[in-house]
C-alpha cells in the first residue's frame, strides 16, 4: 500500500494566480461581526486585503485573517481560513 501512496502526485498550488476562497460558512460572533470561513483555492491573502465578493460584486477589506483561532499576516492555497470582513451583513454572502 505504500507504494500506491508514493505514486501519488502533490497537487500544484498557485500563490501568483488571482484569489479564489470558496466559502464553507459564515458565522456571524457577537463583539467581533462577519466572520466567513473557507480554504484558499488559489492566491495569497494578506490582512488589509481589498475583496471582491461574489457573485454580488462587493469591495470589502478584510480586517484580519485567522488560521486555527490564531492571527496570520498572510496565509496561501491550500490553508482553511477564517476572514473578519468589515462592515459585511451575514447576508451579503454565503456558503459557495
Given at each position: 500500500m505504500i507504494d500506491v501512496i508514493e505514486t501519488f502526485e502533490v497537487p500544484k498550488s498557485y500563490p501568483d494566480k488571482p484569489l479564489r476562497i470558496p466559502i464553507f460558512k459564515v458565522h456571524k460572533i457577537s463583539g467581533v461581526g462577519t466572520v466567513a470561513v473557507?480554504?484558499?483555492?488559489?492566491g495569497t491573502l494578506k490582512a488589509n486585503h481589498v475583496l471582491n465578493i461574489g457573485p454580488y460584486n462587493l469591495t470589502k477589506i478584510n480586517r484580519t485573517v485567522e488560521v486555527h483561532h490564531k492571527k496570520v499576516q498572510e496565509a496561501g492555497p491550500g490553508t482553511f481560513v477564517g476572514i473578519h470582513i468589515r462592515n459585511l451583513m451575514v447576508r451579503e454572502i454565503e456558503r459557495g
Open positions: 473557507g480554504r484558499i483555492a488559489t
